[in-house]
């Protein structure tokens, strides 16, 4: 049966997610005696393929799959050959998705994205074509070497996961992630990203070298070639996560910590910090508060857990602030980075205890997933087993 809010649904496409190399017979991996499978497990097997494929940078792989679930958008910077293509493609394919890459050049424009109308003399009307957006996983690469216009035109559809081509409206496939990188040490036929479209993003990652173990391992697993990433789940297991991340229940001191955190970018010397007046120009706007509670929804689920706490908001907040922060020409001067601020600002604001008190809506029993059935995470049963 199915709910209004399609529970079922979902139940079910989280329990149809096996691993492909189970043998006949045997419980697939990350279930117990029962049978059950959590989302946790779930996302864990996506993890675990991607550090088959990727070397390092795990904050970087963790952050990738939080994004996704949260429905968001991920900024990618570092420089060169720190496989930031070798992991969004990677990770379309664990997911069971379409990849495109779109190499983002000053030469470049709107159509060349998101599609245009093209006259067929054959047939003597226009035919729509549809941009590489139209995919799961569209890797912007080096977006900030479009001009302003062409970075707009992506972040449109980024946010309304719809395009306008002739007067008919196309929905992009669902989920839809963009995965966009830049260089930090490239000035010259560059565009950076205005402070307003950087809000769009959920997140900035900011990933540095590998270790000498991590780039020995490197030169061990991909100098002859890279490994092939297999697929874990599908498109229906990834909807039906991003929906458990939905309902994972969030306390309104975990709230309120959210807010706070934000607040203090923007009025830091009511927070006890006022040495940071005059290096923030601007701080967060209410989509940071907004993205803080979605990471930190995402993060609990990874984690195993279906209610956020503060700890969730504390590890998120870096990615979730850094590129949302605008810092003074003072702040330039003293080698301050939206990292330093907000180091600071997280050591400093406190967050409530929470207890089941703390709000009169909270279960007493803990949270739970009250609209799914008991047998929500169930994995079907082995081929060739009687029903």
Request: hydrophobic letters at 40%; charged letters at 20%.
């Amino acid at each position: 049966m199915t709910t209004s809010d399609g529970s079922s649904a979902t139940a079910a496409h989280l329990s149809g997610a096996r691993r492909q190399d189970a043998p006949a017979g045997a419980s697939p991996a990350g279930t117990d005696d029962a049978g059950t499978r959590t989302p946790a497990d779930l996302i864990e097997s996506i993890l675990v393929e991607m550090r088959r494929i990727l070397v390092g940078q795990t904050r970087m792989q963790e952050r990738l799959v939080v994004c996704l679930l949260s429905r968001g958008h991920c900024l990618l910077e570092s420089v060169p050959g720190l496989a930031k293509t070798l992991a969004a493609e990677s990770l379309a394919t664990i997911t069971g998705g379409n990849f495109k890459r779109v190499q983002f050049t000053p030469d470049l424009l709107p159509s060349d994205i998101v599609g245009t109308r093209i006259y067929r003399p054959s047939t003597e009307d226009f035919d729509t074509e549809l941009g590489p957006v139209f995919t799961n996983v569209l890797l912007a690469d080096e977006i900030n070497r479009a001009p302003a216009k062409v970075q707009s035109a992506l972040l449109e559809v980024m946010g309304e996961r719809h395009v306008t081509i002739g007067g008919t409206t196309h929905p992009v496939p669902d989920p839809f992630f963009v995965v966009a990188t830049q260089n930090p040490i490239e000035s010259e036929g560059v565009y950076e990203l205005p402070d307003a479209q950087r809000d769009r993003f959920l997140m900035k990652v900011v990933m540095g070298h590998p270790s000498r173990e991590e780039e020995l391992a490197i030169i061990d697993r991909v100098s002859v070639r890279i490994p092939a990433p297999h697929t874990v789940i599908g498109h229906d297991q990834v909807k039906a996560l991003q929906n458990a991340a939905d309902r994972v229940y969030v306390d309104a001191t975990v709230k309120a910590y959210a807010v706070d955190v934000v607040l203090a970018t923007r009025t830091p010397g009511l927070y006890g910090m006022p040495d940071l007046e005059s290096v923030i120009r601007l701080g967060g706007s209410p989509r940071a508060s907004l993205g803080l509670v979605r990471g930190a929804r995402a993060l609990a689920l990874m984690r195993g857990r279906t209610h956020a706490t503060a700890q969730d908001v504390f590890d998120i907040a870096p990615e979730i602030l850094r590129h949302r922060l605008i810092l003074s020409y003072e702040a330039l001067a003293r080698e301050l980075t939206a990292d330093h601020v907000i180091a600071q600002i997280l050591s400093t604001v406190p967050a409530e205890p929470l207890t089941p008190r703390n709000n009169d809506e909270a279960p007493r029993d803990g949270p739970t997933f009250p609209d799914l059935p008991a047998d929500a995470f169930a994995s079907p049963p082995p081929p060739g087993a009687s029903p």
